[in-house]
């Protein structure tokens, strides 16, 4: 059987590389985007979506089915989006419109990127829209939903920054700190390894099993991220 993906937010911190990791993983990797990624290669699609707010007539078009894999490292910022309003539409909305409709056309298998401390009770409205956005997806009932939580992502962020100032700050101190503290920041490289590495192993499992199994939702901590991507960062 020919395997398949299909990914939204490819050209973020996390996607950029997580799309370079599917591509060696799956023999077709869809791309859903405003913009191609910056890693193309002869097995990737890419359907360009100016207005996600046009995603059901785009995702129309696309081959989609039970053989594919789907991600999701779709999100933002308050400051990046402009408003709170703005803010849950793109990190809950458009999440969730995706997965339905990838539910909608037989997708088992969804991988997304969320945040640590995501909480849909949570007083601040990142981590509520993060947790209600988990909640949503958890509620499609996917044969295998894998959430990851990372920390402080470490990389290159355009317009947060906070963040690049919190990296800076982390680096001079960073070869004192282990990785086993909960709250390590973590390379968006690494996060991108632990999502390929987790569906990865969902298909090397199935491959040898016919029995059906029941939904099924796994959180992968910080932790938990660091430790599984130790020897490939």
Do not use: W
């Not at 990046?80 to 339905?100: C, L, M, P, T, W």
């Not at 503290?181 to 632990?194: E, G």
């Not at 991220?225 to 490939?232: D, E, I, P």
């Amino acid at each position: 059987m020919q395997r398949k993906a299909i990914v939204i937010g490819a050209t973020g911190l996390v996607g950029q590389y997580l799309v370079k990791q599917l591509s060696e993983l799956y023999d077709t990797l869809i791309v859903l985007a405003r913009r191609p990624p910056r890693y193309i290669n002869a097995s990737m699609r890419f359907y360009q979506i100016n207005d996600f707010d046009n995603l059901p007539e785009v995702f129309a078009s696309v081959s989609v089915d039970a053989s594919t894999d789907a991600f999701s490292c779709l999100g933002t910022t308050k400051k990046q989006a402009g408003s709170d309003e703005a803010f849950r539409k793109i990190d809950h909305d458009y999440n969730v419109k995706f997965a339905q409709l990838c539910r909608t056309k037989g997708v088992e298998n969804f991988f997304l990127l969320s945040a640590m401390h995501a909480d849909e009770n949570s007083r601040f409205l990142y981590n509520r829209v993060k947790g209600e956005t988990e909640q949503s997806i958890i509620a499609l009932g996917f044969r295998h939903l894998v959430i990851f939580r990372p920390s402080l992502l470490l990389g290159k962020h355009k317009g947060r920054p906070l963040e690049t100032m919190s990296q800076k700050a982390f680096q001079l101190v960073s070869s004192f700190v282990s990785e086993s503290l909960p709250l390590h920041p973590i390379s968006a490289k690494r996060v991108a390894n632990a999502m390929a590495m987790s569906a990865h192993s969902i298909y090397e499992r199935g491959k040898y099993s016919d029995n059906p199994v029941s939904p099924l939702t796994k959180i992968i901590e910080n932790k938990q991220m660091l430790s599984m991507t130790r020897l490939k960062n």
